[in-house]
């Protein structure tokens, strides 16, 4: 009974940080949009203190067994509630975890004093309210701890190439991605404005290819495919790699051989649609259905991710939280090729 709540218990404990993530943004919205605090901000005892303390380390994917208590040099009084020894891992920025923690605190009477001590290597950050120290940390850099999350990276479908405004809204989300076109004239038209854009393709072979240059078929040919190869591979030189519908007629075919063939032939690195992950793409549960999917994503995992554009739109917002806990986003590319 224990080994099979394990799984059912992690995921609902990274359920919990991902909502506290959320929440942070929200907070974290607030505090960079004003200027101003607020007036008549609420003074917080030093347990209050503590807990949003322990929030806004968690909000980075920090483990319990950083945290320790321990007695720090100079620093006392009736309303200390608690003293801290912090490890922290090289990849965050101790001064992300002080603005965390100013952005948490910034509708509540807090204020937080941070000391960097070079030659000891260590900050000392204290939280006070109603001019009292409540809380003290020490932060340092150890080597030996590591955020423990996976890799994830994407490739998108269907993007909106019959409109070039759209299209190059869409291109400028700053998040890393390769677009997945089809052969067609209209692929090959926006091929400048992906170039210009900094954006990677890569290129799907399937039974959808309807335009006579490229397409392919298992009742042609060996010479007719060559010629359809041929205009493919000299259209869309710059593919980061060719990707094949398994489930297509032209991949059951005796002639995907040959096909198959003609591209390593000519170096294209070739991978089958189902070698990367998909999500139920429901609008409705979108945001549920990609939470489902980061919690299978295990520390060593690397995983791809093929999503329709309109999809991405969404998961693009909700990218930093993950981010900012531990996670990695790369490039396909980085993966695929090399890896």
Not at 9 to 14: G, K, P, S, T, W
Not at 121 to 144: G, Q, W
Not at 301 to 306: H, M, Y
Request: some cysteine; aromatic content about 10%; hydrophobic content about 40%.
């Amino acid at each position: 009974m224990l080994k099979s709540s394990l799984p059912k218990n992690v995921a609902l404990i990274l359920f919990g940080v991902v909502v506290l993530l959320l929440i942070s943004i929200i907070i974290i919205t607030k505090y960079v949009n004003k200027d101003e605090q607020p007036k008549n901000r609420e003074v917080l005892s030093g347990i209050e203190i503590d807990k949003s303390f322990h929030s806004a380390l968690k909000n980075y994917g920090f483990s319990n067994t950083w945290i320790s208590k321990k007695k720090l040099k100079n620093i006392s009084g009736d309303s200390l509630f608690a003293t801290y020894s912090v490890k922290v891992p090289k990849d965050v920025p101790i001064h992300l975890l002080i603005l965390e923690l100013k952005s948490i605190f910034w509708e509540n009477e807090v204020s937080i004093e941070a000391e960097e001590i070079v030659s000891a290597k260590r900050t000392i950050l204290k939280l006070s309210s109603e001019k009292k120290v409540k809380l003290a940390v020490e932060f340092y850099y150890a080597e030996n701890i590591f955020r423990e999350y996976g890799t994830v990276s994407f490739l998108v479908t269907d993007l909106p190439l019959h409109d070039e405004e759209m299209l190059n809204d869409f291109l400028k989300i700053p998040e890393l991605f390769y677009c997945v076109l089809v052969p067609n004239a209209e692929s090959k038209k926006q091929l400048s404005l992906l170039s210009k854009s900094g954006k990677r393709f890569a290129l799907l072979l399937n039974d959808d290819i309807t335009e006579l240059d490229y397409k392919l078929s298992g009742n042609y040919s060996d010479d007719r495919l060559s010629r359809s190869i041929k205009e493919i591979v000299g259209t869309f030189y710059s593919a980061a790699f060719f990707i094949i519908d398994e489930k297509s007629d032209l991949y059951e075919s005796k002639k995907y051989a040959f096909i198959e063939e003609q591209l390593k032939k000519r170096g294209i690195v070739l991978v089958t649609k189902g070698r990367f992950e998909s999500i139920n793409s429901n609008a409705m549960n979108l945001e549920n259905n990609f939470q489902d999917f980061m919690l299978s994503v295990k520390k060593d995992d690397e995983k791809v991710l093929i999503v329709r554009a309109e999809n991405y739109l969404t998961i693009s917002t909700l990218i930093p939280s993950y981010r900012k806990i531990g996670y990695k986003f790369i490039y396909p590319g980085d993966i695929i090729i090399k890896r």
